[in-house]
Nanobody, 123 residues
Framework: QVQLVESGGGLVQAGGSLRLSCAAS????????MGWFRQAPGKEREFVAAHMWSGNRTDYADSVKGRFTGSRDNAKNTVYLQMNSLKPEDTAVYYC????????????????WGQGTQVTVSS
């Protein structure tokens, strides 16, 4: 019912920036939360940020707070994650997701997932 398509990943040097995009289509609601998660090889998928559509506000994991910024374009039904001051430890596959409710920091709360986009930060 909801499709999420991600883009914007790539290779960047430490200290550089990338902007991820997540375009949503299908049946959506103003109460949806759009989540960002990442997963590095051999590690658990972890919470990065969550955008509350109804309030146009983003909450962040402590590990990225002050470096990453969430935003959206209503006309395009797209959320963005601007990633600045990137570190090698930010290297992971980044996933966008959507949920109608629940704890937005918990993976199991999310109903829909994008295909993932690779972010690689070199030293």
């Amino acid at each position: 019912q909801v499709q999420l398509v991600e883009s914007g990943g790539g290779l960047v040097q430490a200290g550089g920036s990338l902007r991820l995009s997540c375009a949503a289509s299908g049946r959506t609601f103003s109460t949806y939360v759009m989540g960002w998660f990442r997963q590095a090889p051999g590690k658990e998928r972890e919470f990065v940020a969550a955008h509350m559509w109804s309030g146009n506000r983003t909450d962040y994991a402590d590990s990225v707070k002050g470096r990453f910024t969430g935003s959206r374009d209503n006309a395009k039904n797209t959320v963005y994650l601007q990633m600045n001051s990137l570190k090698p430890e930010d290297t992971a596959v980044y996933y966008c997701s959507a949920t109608k409710g629940g704890n937005y920091r918990v993976i199991n709360s999310y109903d829909y997932w994008g295909q993932g986009t690779q972010v690689t930060v070199s030293s």
